[in-house]
Antibody, heavy 120, light 108 residues
Framework: QVQLQESGPGLVKPSQTLSLTCTVS??????????WSWIRQPPGKGLEWIGY???????YYNPSLKSRVTISVDTSKNQFSLKLSSVTAADTAVYYC????????????WGQGTLVTVSS | EIVMTQSPATLSVSPGERATLSCRAS??????LAWYQQKPGQAPRLLIY???TRATGIPARFSGSGSGTEFTLTISSLQSEDFAVYYC??????????FGGGTKVEIK
């Protein structure tokens, strides 16, 4: 059974960089069979796709966030990571990592999500 | 960017009744559409992909239909565990991947 688990600080100051890691168990990122995405959900709102990474390191980002987002992969640790720079209160959200059957989804396995609050 | 519009925003249904949820795309997404269920405090769960294919372990009371710009998720007989928020998502024209705003199915 594939499992994804997000980890990282729950509180980030405005203008700083948000950093999260997703650890995958029960399956290997290196298999190349899937794509690995970050998706976020502001409190009480809908879902926003941030971007994905493939095991090779190729990425695609949401154009609305592209200038601030970096997604990277560490296949030796079976992890992928998200960095979002210059955060504001609008970046406060539950951040999910998810496995995509194809590059743009659908997403068949999700992490439980982690709330990141941007506040001084 | 393709805009996904879900209706209604809230659907009040009695247990055992049928629920019909709609999702409209601002341009054709072919059959590259998925439906997800989200309960409070939980991650979304994939229900349907390819507009009409149930994901592994999803009960047969959930069915999806449509293609192009108009899609429907039907829950044939609502069970207590089905009261949740449902999202559609297109994966045809990207980036970005886009989701609808959600339909909340509540107990009548």
């Amino acid at each position: 059974q594939v499992q994804l688990q997000e980890s990282g600080p729950g509180l980030v100051k405005p203008s700083q960089t948000l950093s999260l890691t997703c650890t995958v168990s029960g399956g290997s990122i290196s298999s190349g069979d899937y794509y690995w995405s970050w998706i976020r959900q502001p409190p009480g709102k809908g879902l926003e796709w941030i971007g994905y990474i493939y095991y090779s390191g190729s990425t695609y980002y949401n154009p609305s966030l592209k200038s601030r987002v970096t997604i990277s992969v560490d296949t030796s640790k079976n992890q992928f990571s998200l960095k979002l720079s210059s955060v504001t209160a609008a970046d406060t959200a539950v951040y999910y990592c998810a496995r995509g059957i194809a590059a743009a989804g659908p997403f068949d396995y999700w992490g439980q999500g982690t709330l990141v609050t941007v506040s001084s | 960017e393709i805009v996904m519009t879900q209706s209604p925003a809230t659907l009040s249904v009695s247990p055992g009744e049928r629920a019909t949820l709609s999702c409209r795309a601002s341009q054709s997404v072919s059959s590259n559409l998925a439906w997800y269920q989200q309960k409070p405090g939980q991650a979304p769960r994939l229900l349907i992909y390819g507009a009409s294919t149930r994901a592994t372990g999803i009960p047969a009371r959930f069915s999806g239909s449509g293609s192009g710009t108009e899609f429907t998720l039907t829950i044939s007989s609502l069970q207590s565990e089905d009261f949740a928020v449902y999202y559609c998502q297109q994966y045809n024209n990207w980036p970005p991947v886009t989701f609808g705003g959600g339909t909340k199915v509540e107990i009548k």
